[in-house]
């Protein structure tokens, strides 16, 4: 079946370091890969996809490719700051509604 | 902006218990799932709807699962007799369309726990 797999957190870095996740992915067929960000109190909120290999998803700073051929979507941000910290999911969708998500990372930015 | 409400956002009930879980979806919307993440676990898809039916579930979604929309806003996850096994953070979600390339948008979560 379908998995996610993403770097166990929780990651702490300091304000303007160099930010990337890791996240592989086992799955039949070409899915349809997303980062999702979940902010203290708040809902799981999509910040980024690729729906095919070599796209590049970005946004705010961050971004991912998809890299068929390592099975990857790792997240990278190059200054991060406080306001990014919060949980980041790597998930997929190979179907017409199910997204299969990794466990989360927790990201922590200190001044 | 619009955005997906759940309610409330913790339920503490006795196992054996019936919960019954609400979202409002973005009222556009026609498609809506249910997720859920035991602590320190993966979020799991438990169930998706359209048009007032199921149209795919996980093997967790077993007999003591339900879901419904049962007015024009409200979607609603019920667990018929609750284990200790169902506590978790449930996530509700609504979609405008499906496919590969849909954007399911998030609810904050309901946090379950079962005593």
């Known amino acids: 079946g379908n998995s996610v797999t993403q770097m166990e957190g929780p990651v702490t870095l300091s304000e303007e370091a160099f930010l990337t996740i890791n996240c592989t992915y086992t799955?039949?067929?070409?899915?349809?890969l997303f980062w999702y960000v979940q902010y203290p109190g708040e809902g799981l909120q999509l910040l980024l996809k690729a729906t095919k290999a070599d796209d590049k998803g970005s946004n705010k700073g961050f971004e991912a490719t998809y890299r068929k051929e390592t099975t990857s979507f790792h997240l990278e941000k190059g200054s991060v700051q406080v306001s990014d910290s919060a949980v980041y999911f790597c998930?997929?969708?190979?179907?017409?509604?199910?997204?299969?998500f990794g466990t989360g990372t927790r990201l922590q930015v200190t001044l | 902006e619009p955005e997906v409400t759940q309610t409330p956002s913790h339920q503490v009930t006795q196992m054996g218990q019936e919960v019954i879980l609400r979202c409002v979806p973005i009222?556009?919307?026609?498609?809506f799932y249910w997720y859920r993440q035991i602590l320190g676990q993966k979020v799991e898809f438990l169930v998706s709807f359209y048009n007032n039916e199921i149209s795919e579930k996980s093997e967790i979604f077993d007999d003591q699962f339900s879901v419904e929309r049962p007015d024009g806003s409200n979607f609603t996850l019920k667990i018929r007799s609750t284990k200790l096994e169902d506590s978790a953070m449930y996530f509700c979600?609504?979609?405008?369309?499906?496919?590969?390339?849909?954007?399911?948008?998030f609810g904050p979560g309901t946090r379950l726990t079962v005593l």
């Open positions: 799955a039949t067929g070409y899915p349809s």
């Open positions: 009222s556009n919307h026609l498609y």
């Open positions: 979600a609504s979609s405008e369309r499906v496919g590969f390339n849909n954007e399911q948008f």
């Open positions: 998930a997929l969708s190979d179907s017409f509604s199910k997204l299969t």
